[in-house]
């Protein structure tokens, strides 16, 4: 660990192999949540800004409002294919993240940005072909002076994100899956796709509706 408690860059915790963060690239966001009990997603207001799907180990970010020192570091303490996540203690008309900075993010190969607050220069990341969400876009910049912090469990858009945890975001939104969680998760996620399969292939040979709706309506007294 670097600096005292509020402006500090804390050590990642141990990665999680490659290949299974891979495994969680191109599964639905709401497959996810629904997997981990409806929980774990971040809230509407997070919103995909450049149209790109991530999936990677998060980086966290705790910022003072209107100022990015800490994401400028944490773009260099990111490994390929990590996803800088940011807390902005709910400042939304200072962006922490802009062009300049998605050509240092693209030229580092990281996986993307979640920012709770805003971000500026959309359409520019969107060309440098970099996922990025955020809950505002504002033309508005900010300081670069601290304090802040980097790799410590964070709040973003409603929900915890500890570093090192799998971030997955789509245009659905995004959800966040506990690194101590990860396996647990796929095998989770794997039987309700399973389910969806089969409820699908009912569909298809003419099962339109599901009975229990029907006997969830008449044991409630809505229908005899």
């Known amino acids: 660990m670097t600096g005292k408690l509020g402006f500090r860059i804390l050590p990642s915790p141990p990665r999680l192999s490659r290949d299974l963060v891979e495994r969680f690239r191109g599964l639905a966001s709401t497959n996810l949540a629904d997997a981990m009990g409806r929980f774990n997603f971040m809230d509407p207001g997070i919103q995909a800004r450049s149209g790109l799907t991530l999936c990677g180990l998060a980086v966290t970010v705790n910022c003072r409002p209107a100022d990015n020192l800490m994401v400028h570091k944490a773009l260099q303490v990111a490994e390929p294919g990590d996803v800088v996540v940011v807390s902005t203690c709910g400042n939304v008309t200072s962006a922490v993240f802009g062009e300049l900075m998605c050509h240092t993010a693209v030229a580092a190969r990281l996986g993307g940005v979640v920012v709770d607050g805003a971000i500026r220069d959309v359409e520019g990341i969107a060309r440098l072909g970099l996922p990025a969400f955020s809950r505002a876009v504002c033309p508005g910049g900010c300081d ?81």
């Open 144 to 224: 670069k002076d601290g304090p802040g912090e980097i790799n410590v469990p964070i709040g973003c858009g409603g929900t915890v994100v500890s570093p090192g945890d799998i971030v997955v975001g789509d245009r659905d939104g995004v959800v966040v899956v506990a690194r101590s969680t990860a396996e647990e998760v796929l095998d989770l996620v794997g039987q309700l796709m399973e389910r969806e399969r089969a409820r699908i292939a009912e569909i298809e040979a003419g099962g339109l509706f599901k009975p229990e709706i029907d006997a969830s309506l008449r044991k409630k007294g809505v229908i005899d």
